[in-house]
């Protein structure tokens, strides 16, 4: 599985943070509520949304050959459901990073 090493990391309890937050492709991720959301986007938001944008961010290497100019705005929103499954599940960031883990190979077999 490519996220494999990706997937150590997180389980060494190295849970690192983008300089940056996630936004495009349909997906953004943000600390604070956001006013005036528009349905085109899914919205993560989370005191952890560097953490996520961090994963985001990892995902978007790991897979740069399967994402194209098309299938993004497939792949993130559903990346970021993922994210928000997990949240509205309670689980602690190490494990919510580990579950949209898990879900991340199923999303890219069925992209588009």
């Known amino acids: 599985m490519k996220t494999n090493n ?10 690192f943070k983008s300089d940056n937050l996630f936004q495009g492709a349909g997906l953004i991720i943000s600390e604070k ?7 085109k986007y899914v919205y993560v938001i989370s005191e952890y949304a560097y953490n996520y944008s961090w994963l985001i961010f990892e995902l978007k290497k790991i897979y740069y ?12 929103p559903l990346i970021g459901k993922t994210i928000n499954e997990a949240i509205n599940y309670n689980l602690p960031l190490k494990d919510s990073l580990l579950f949209t883990l898990e879900n991340v190979e199923e999303i890219v077999n069925n992209l588009s």
């Not at 509520?33 to 349905?39: A, L, M």
């Open 6 to 15: 990706l997937k150590k990391i997180i389980q060494n309890n190295q849970l």
């Open 33 to 39: 509520e956001i006013e005036n959301k528009d349905q």
């Open 65 to 76: 050959n399967e994402i194209d100019f098309l299938n993004k705005y497939e792949f993130y």
